[in-house]
């Protein structure tokens, strides 16, 4: 004939609680990380309150208190910087930086975070993670392949973190093969200002452009050759007339 409240949280985490006085759920300090280990959905769940003892089972609706962030790469297609020609990248690793990896979630809110770390992602031993293409006008994006959740943050207390990635880029020869080889290792980066808060899924597009390979880069120039001039070649004399 009692009346209940019930809160619930997941996954299991040590020293986490619910105070039904105050009503607020309470996990402490949490790491969040870019290691397996500590890429950690924790979520807290709607409470339930005025639940009957007679009413069986209680369903709990969660939400996640931490921020999930995704990248996706493409060649630039459209405005300033776009590919005029079929491109491949050939992306190796990405670096974000300037992330808080560790906050307090007390009173059901985060705490400021303190000492950021880097969430890096690159291929085995050096080499590559995955490839994005532009071909016969067509986009083949690099999708789903970087995506961490992080310790909810804003731009104020977190305002150096940097997208780096490392990429190789190709053009095709005239066999049409993506054997030019038009940087290697090169680095680009971006500022991420945006505010991740708590329970929300970022998308991130990030178009690779022409801008980064510098000025001129289709064209070089090589001696290929260099032989003795000694032939002598006939001569004649030539009138050029005039008119007017």
Known sequence: GKNYVFAAIA??????????????????????????????????????????????????????????????????????????????????????????????????????????GNFVKEGASGGVYGTTTYENSTVTPLEDQFSWLVVPQNDTNASDRKLTITFDLYTKDADGKYNVKNLENKEASVDVATNWEANNHYTYTVYIGTDVLGTDPYITFDVAKVEGWDTEGNSSDLDVSTSN
């Open 11 to 116: 996954p299991a985490v040590t020293g986490a609680s619910y105070s039904y006085e105050n009503e607020n759920y309470t996990l402490g300090e949490i790491t969040i990380d870019a290691t397996p280990e500590k890429q950690i959905d924790y979520m807290t769940a709607d409470v339930k309150k005025d639940v009957q003892s007679t009413s069986g089972t209680v369903s709990f609706t969660f939400n996640h208190i931490a921020s999930k962030i995704d990248f996706n790469f493409q060649p630039k297609i459209a405005d300033a910087g776009a590919w005029q020609s079929d491109v491949k990248i050939d992306i190796k690793k990405i670096t974000l930086s300037g992330v808080h990896t560790k906050n307090s979630y007390n009173s059901s809110i985060w705490s400021t975070s303190n000492t950021p």
